[in-house]
C-alpha cells in the first residue's frame, strides 16, 4: 500500500525559531493535508492543498504541495509555545463513490522551549 | 471548519462486552466517515469507510464482524466495538467528509480491563 515518510520525527526549538518538516510517498495524491494533533485530541485540520506546486498560508503557518505530487512541506513561523504538538501530513486518494482514503505519515513531535 | 463530536471521549468495559462510539457531524452532511485506530505514539490507522445507506469497507486486516459500523443517516455514523478484548483498547477517531477534505472527532479513549 502507499506509505508516508515523513520527518523529522521530533523536534525541539527555541521559542522564536522557525520550524520546517516534510513528507514524502511513493505515490501520487490528489490533495495533501496537515493536521496537528494535541494529547488526547482528535487532529485538526491546518493546511489542505489541492494542486501540484501551490503554496499556501494560514497564519504562521505555510505549505507547499510538491510538483511532483509526491510530497509536501510545512513550515511554521515565528514558533510560539502552543505551537507544541504532534503534525501530521495526510496524502488524500480518490478511492471512488466520491470518497477519498486519507493515508498519514507517523507525525512530527514539536517540542517549543520557551 | 466542519465539526465532528464523538461520544463517549472515554469507555471503560470489561472483557467480553460490547461497546458503541457514536460519530456526528453537527454542521454539515456526510455520505462517507471513516473510523481510524491510534496506538500511543504512533499514527492514526484506517480501519474502514463507512458510507451511509450502505455497507462499510474495511481496510486489510480489520475484523468486520468485530467492528461494526452502521451509517444510518447523513450525521451519524456508530462503531460497535464487540466481544472487547484488552487487546482491543485504544484511541479511535473518526473522521467526516466534507468535499476534499476529511474533519475529525475529538476521539474515545476505549479501555478494556
Known amino acids: 500500500g502507499q506509505q508516508l515518510n515523513q520527518s523529522p520525527q521530533s523536534m525541539f526549538i527555541q521559542e522564536g525559531e522557525d520550524v520546517s518538516m516534510n513528507c514524502t510517498s511513493s505515490s501520487i495524491f490528489n490533495t495533501w493535508l496537515w493536521y496537528k494533533q494535541d494529547p488526547g485530541e482528535g487532529p485538526v485540520l491546518l493546511i489542505a492543498?489541492?494542486?501540484?506546486?501551490e503554496l499556501t498560508s494560514n497564519g504562521r503557518l505555510t505549505a507547499q504541495f510538491g510538483i511532483t505530487r509526491k510530497d509536501s512541506f510545512l513550515n511554521i513561523s515565528a514558533s510560539i509555545p502552543s505551537d507544541v504538538g504532534i503534525y501530521f501530513c495526510?496524502?488524500?486518494?480518490?478511492?471512488?463513490?466520491?470518497?477519498?482514503?486519507?493515508?498519514f505519515g507517523k507525525g512530527t513531535k514539536l517540542s517549543v522551549i520557551p | 471548519g466542519a465539526v465532528v463530536s464523538q461520544h463517549p471521549s472515554r469507555v471503560i468495559c470489561k472483557s467480553g462486552t460490547s461497546v458503541k462510539i457514536e460519530c456526528r457531524s453537527l454542521?454539515?452532511?456526510?455520505?462517507?466517515m471513516f473510523w481510524y485506530r491510534q496506538f500511543p505514539k504512533q499514527s492514526l490507522m484506517l480501519m474502514a469507510t463507512s458510507n451511509e445507506g450502505s455497507k462499510a469497507t474495511y481496510e486489510q486486516g480489520v475484523e468486520k464482524d468485530k467492528f461494526l459500523i452502521n451509517h444510518a443517516s447523513l450525521t451519524l455514523s456508530t462503531l460497535t466495538v464487540t466481544s472487547a478484548h484488552p487487546e482491543d483498547s485504544s484511541f479511535y477517531i473518526c473522521?467526516?467528509?466534507?468535499?476534499?477534505?476529511?474533519?475529525f472527532g475529538p476521539g474515545t479513549r476505549l479501555t478494556v480491563t
Open positions: 495526510a496524502g488524500a486518494a480518490y478511492s471512488g463513490a466520491g470518497s477519498y482514503q486519507l493515508t
Open positions: 492543498l489541492y494542486k501540484a506546486g
Open positions: 473522521s467526516a467528509q466534507d468535499r476534499d477534505e476529511q474533519y
Open positions: 454542521d454539515f452532511q456526510a455520505t462517507t
